[in-house]
């Protein structure tokens, strides 16, 4: 709770299988009351999957609750009291068939913070060796892609694509491995 809130009330207005709404009345510090509806549900990850020759795998799926198709990178929910490392290396065998010797967070962030808590964990999976994926019913129209880390950063840009979690993660992949090819230690300095 933050620093000087309190919760008066909280209910809940829904709970399904994926998804509960909540509504909680608060008093704020300045003892003003309010109310919030948001969502909660398990965590997320997404996975960028980069290669030897710096590309990255991405997932393209049909998504319901958007009406389109969209590239992103492999990832999904966690599984209720799974970590979210593990469930970065599941939904990348999954999804994609890859399995990653080296799998380091890049970073925590909330997906809708105003609306909905829930975090997603943005991971950079290296030392890759693809084999069969294993997807869901849902998944069943899912295509693997390859594309050079270059390019898909370009797509972020470009409208190609907007997943909020690939966004963050291509980006977050090209300014840590821009970064390291350009450190002393990689001898280009």
């Given at each position: 709770m933050i620093d000087g809130w309190t919760t008066v009330s909280s209910s809940v207005e829904y709970a399904g299988l994926r998804v509960m709404v909540r509504r909680d009345s608060v008093r704020r510090s300045d003892q003003s009351l309010g109310t919030y509806e948001y969502t909660e549900s398990v965590d997320g990850v997404r996975v960028v999957a980069l290669d030897d020759q710096r590309r990255i795998a991405l997932v393209e799926e049909s998504v319901y609750v958007c009406g389109q198709r969209l590239l992103m990178c492999p990832g999904g929910g966690c599984e209720r009291g799974e970590d979210p490392l593990a469930a970065a290396h599941r939904e990348l065998a999954e999804e994609a068939g890859i399995r990653a010797s080296e799998v380091e967070l890049l970073t925590m962030?909330?997906?809708?913070p105003a609306g909905a808590?829930?975090?997603?964990?943005?991971?950079?999976?290296?030392?890759?060796?693809?084999?069969?994926?294993?997807?869901d019913p849902s998944e069943a129209d899912m295509e693997l892609h390859w594309v050079p880390l270059e390019q898909a950063v370009a797509m972020c840009s470009d409208g190609r694509i907007t997943e909020a979690g690939t966004l963050?993660?291509?980006?977050?992949?090209?300014?840590?491995?821009?970064?390291?090819?350009?450190?002393?230690?990689?001898?280009?300095a």
């Open positions: 962030m909330w997906r809708m808590r829930t975090r997603e964990h943005l991971y950079l999976a290296r030392g890759l060796s693809v084999g069969e994926h294993h997807r963050a993660a291509v980006l977050l992949t090209a300014q840590r491995t821009t970064a390291f090819a350009g450190s002393p230690a990689a001898g280009t």
